[in-house]
């Protein structure tokens, strides 16, 4: 899966957006695989936006992604460690996933300008024979 990710992001480096999301997608692979298969996520930050419910679950590990940080956390800066809580939207994302956001983002809007650059180019048609 992560190879024909990485091809599809290979193939559309024009997309000038796509390097953040290539960028998140690594930062986000890194910290999981120097975890062991999970992503760790932040007590404190979990406590910041009113989602403590879900310590106790992941002290359990009841999912296969994710984990409670501790001590023995590598490369704790790119886990899960930010608290959001924007427009009735509550989580606790990583680095990573701003740099997703922001590449996402990114694509939308220069393919929005790059449609609108090209629907006010003239048209040249060749009417001869």
Request: glycine residues 10%.
């Amino acid at each position: 899966m992560l190879v024909l990710v990485g091809y599809g992001l290979w193939a559309n480096t024009h997309l000038r957006g796509l390097w953040f999301v290539g960028l998140g997608l690594f930062c986000n692979a890194l910290v999981i695989f120097a975890n062991r298969g999970h992503m760790p996520v932040s007590s404190e930050a979990l406590y910041r936006v009113g989602l403590e419910s879900y310590i106790p679950k992941l002290q359990q590990q009841y999912d296969a992604v994710h984990t409670l940080m501790d001590g023995s956390t590598q490369l704790w800066f790119l886990a899960d460690i930010i608290p959001v809580r924007v427009l009735g939207y509550t989580n606790v994302i990583s680095l990573g996933d701003v740099y997703l956001m922001v590449g996402i983002a990114l694509t939308i809007v220069g393919g929005a300008l790059e449609s609108k650059r090209k629907a006010q180019e003239p048209i040249n048609i060749d009417l001869r024979f």
